[in-house]
């Protein structure tokens, strides 16, 4: 699904007094009146309600609309002498905050958050804070020239949050969720993943009965890594121990050249024939590709062996890199599958994350080696559920059986899936025939 379809610049109203722009899923109102700027930050869907107030320490008094269209909202706000404040807002809900100032080095610029609801989830690292609720919620990410915040209790509905910034820096807001959620995609669609778990060396390619048998409940084939030359396979070695598979390191080529192409092309053939779409294992985080020339190498490997997406396992530690590589990936994939593992990525944290990254894949895969976590972090740090609105998958391919067993029953009710991994063990004998069986309830197999 091509989830830019579901966002929107909505409109855009400039007076004297304030600018408002209101997105698919927010509102955000530039109060130009007093002394210093101000930001009313709204959420759109689920309900709407005011959930904060950000107050800078300089004006809105010059502040315009330099441009907008259905995608973009760029507003611009002159300072002292050269210096000025660019704010785009997009229609993801994401405002990019950026401060280009030639004053003084000791000179600060202060945002000051006022908290307008009660957030029943709060996390923080290094600066970045993410706010939410069963209905949505905020998240603030410093990503340039952060000196110091400060942040009260977040367990009252008038939490605080200050930022004290260098004169040039930058710094994201997003109001989530930024569309709305895909319920029926999110019980018809459910992926098998081959390879995730091991043994390690059996063959990357599941042999025909494998796919067939998956085929009765999952509708999406996974492919990990070892279906690609690396280090050694490039030069005709075979894989004959795990120690062989770390230094063969598939997951980081830079160009992807399958190991067996007649293997590759069987699997994709046998998987389309019993209604599976195939999506192979490439990694903007570990390949040695980067950016434009990463995203030229998936949609050649696309095209040529007929895929019907991608499965991204990370992007990178960088919010803004991050950000503009899934939004151009959506752009070229359309209605192609995104799924996308994303467990500490970009900030280096299980508990603050980037719904409006996340929001431009299919699905995320999220809680790699996180057993045990508590009912809270699986309602609001695995599920994508009105904050991303993309539909999350636990990564339980490290969990004991007891913790898998909890888990079947916690799931469903938070929009939280299973994936059914490959080969089978006894954890998807028991997906089998304890949650498969739950999720038909919910709606019939792809069988």
Not at 92 to 120: A, I, K, M, Q
Not at 146 to 161: C, G
Request: hydrophobic share 35%.
């Amino acid at each position: 699904m091509d989830t830019r379809e579901q966002m929107r610049i909505e409109s855009v109203a400039e007076d004297k007094s304030e600018i408002t722009v209101v997105t698919t899923g927010a509102r955000y109102v530039f109060d130009k009146s007093g002394k210093n700027g101000r930001i009313l930050c709204h959420q759109q869907l689920n309900q709407k309600r005011l959930l904060a107030v950000v107050e800078l320490s300089c004006p809105f008094s010059t502040l315009s609309v330099e441009h907008h269209d259905d995608t973009t909202c760029v507003l611009n706000q002159g300072l002292e002498g050269c210096s000025y404040l660019r704010i785009q807002i997009n229609s993801d809900s994401l405002v990019d905050l950026y401060c280009r100032s030639d004053w003084d080095l000791t000179r600060e610029l202060h945002l000051n958050f006022s908290g307008s609801f009660l957030p029943d989830y709060s996390a923080r690292k290094d600066g970045h804070v993410l706010l939410a609720d069963e209905d949505g919620g905020l998240g603030i990410y410093p990503y340039r020239g952060l000196r110091k915040v400060e942040l009260t209790d977040a367990a009252q509905r008038n939490w605080q949050i200050s930022y004290t910034l260098k004169p040039s820096s930058r710094l994201l807001l997003s109001v989530f969720p930024p569309r709305p959620f895909n319920y029926e995609q999110s019980l018809q669609d459910r992926i098998a993943h081959h390879d995730l778990e091991g043994p390690w060396l059996i063959s990357p390619y599941p042999p025909d009965e494998m796919i067939v048998e998956a085929s009765e409940y999952a509708n999406i084939l996974v492919l990990h890594t070892k279906i690609w030359q690396g280090k050694r396979t490039r030069a005709g070695q075979a894989l004959t121990s795990v120690d062989d598979v770390y230094a063969d390191a598939a997951w980081s080529c830079f160009d992807y050249v399958p190991v067996d192409e007649n293997e590759l092309r069987r699997v994709v053939a046998t998987a389309h024939s019993v209604g599976m779409r195939v999506i192979p294992y490439m990694s903007p985080m570990f390949s040695m590709a980067r950016g434009k020339d990463f995203l030229d190498r998936v949609e050649n490997a696309l095209e040529e062996y007929d895929f019907d997406g991608v499965y991204f396992d990370g992007i990178s530690m960088d919010i803004l890199y991050s950000y503009e590589l899934m939004r151009e990936a959506r752009a070229r994939l359309g209605d192609q599958l995104i799924y996308l593992h994303s467990t500490y990525d970009p900030v280096g944290s299980r508990n603050v994350y980037c719904p409006f990254i996340h929001t431009y894949a299919d699905f995320v895969l999220r809680a790699e080696n996180a057993e045990p976590f508590d009912d809270k972090h699986l309602r609001y740090a695995i599920s994508g559920f009105n904050t991303s609105n993309t539909i999350n998958y636990v990564c339980y391919y490290t969990y004991q059986m007891d913790f898998i067993r909890e888990l079947v029953d916690k799931v469903l009710p938070v929009k939280v899936r299973f994936y059914l991994g490959l080969p089978e063990t006894e954890k998807e004998r028991l997906l089998k025939k304890e949650y498969f069986p739950k999720l038909d309830r919910e709606h019939p197999s792809p069988a």
